[in-house]
């Protein structure tokens, strides 16, 4: 497998679970600060998140698989 089918965006990520309705309110909440990733505060909308990182967004935490 490549790593580029064993990496999502976090935007993407965000998007896919329904966390979010738009790619332009993903960016938003994650360059707002309001997104977590295993804990901490993540900024980075292109973050590569991989299978079991923990995503915590409005109340929800979510773990990342696919």
């Known amino acids: 497998m490549t ?5 999502i965006d976090l935007q993407d990520f965000l998007k ?3 966390l979010v309705e738009t790619g332009g309110e993903a960016k ?3 360059q707002g600060g309001e997104v977590r ?3 901490e505060i993540e900024t980075r909308r292109r ?3 991989r299978r ?3 995503v ?3 109340g929800h935490r979510v773990k ?3």
């Open 47 to 49: 973050k590569k998140l």
């Open 64 to 66: 990342v698989d696919w």
């Open 52 to 54: 079991g990182d923990i």
């Open 28 to 30: 938003f909440r994650v």
């Open 56 to 58: 915590e967004y409005a």
């Open 3 to 7: 790593d580029s089918q064993d990496t």
């Open 37 to 39: 990733l295993n804990g």
């Open 16 to 18: 896919l679970r329904g």
